[in-house]
């Protein structure tokens, strides 16, 4: 059973910056998808970046050029640096594990979630 435990939401003005973090505990290490969601009110749980079984990254079109995805394996910990906030980026942040192969972008492949971080960016 893998936890995790997402961190550093919080509600900014467009343009400034939120680092989100997220804990992994009963890690195993052969994950083959590992990533970062949001979802808006209303809105369906969407893709914002990852990392598939050969460590590659990717990032969702809106978010290319701002937000960046990095892990410290030391630390069983994922991370998502977020600069040039706009409003819409707002909705709860999701990290999330997956051990089966597929389009890690999708949510479909991912089986572990965390309780999700709220992020609220106004203009």
Request: aromatic share 14%; net charge positive; with cysteine.
């Amino acid at each position: 059973q893998v936890q995790l435990v997402e961190s550093g939401g919080g509600s900014v003005q467009a343009g400034e910056t939120l680092r989100l973090s997220c804990v992994a505990s009963g890690y195993t290490g052969s994950r083959v998808c590992m990533g970062w969601f949001r979802q808006a009110p209303g809105k369906e749980r969407e893709g914002v970046a990852n990392f598939d079984h050969y460590d590659r990254k990717y990032y969702r079109d809106s978010v290319k050029g701002r937000f960046t995805i990095s892990q410290d394996s030391a630390k069983n910990t994922l991370y998502l640096q977020m600069n040039s906030l706009e409003p819409g980026d707002t909705g709860m942040y999701y990290c999330a594990v997956g051990y089966s192969y597929g389009n890690c972008a999708t949510r479909y492949y991912y089986t572990f979630w965390g309780q999700g971080t709220q992020v609220t960016v106004s203009s």
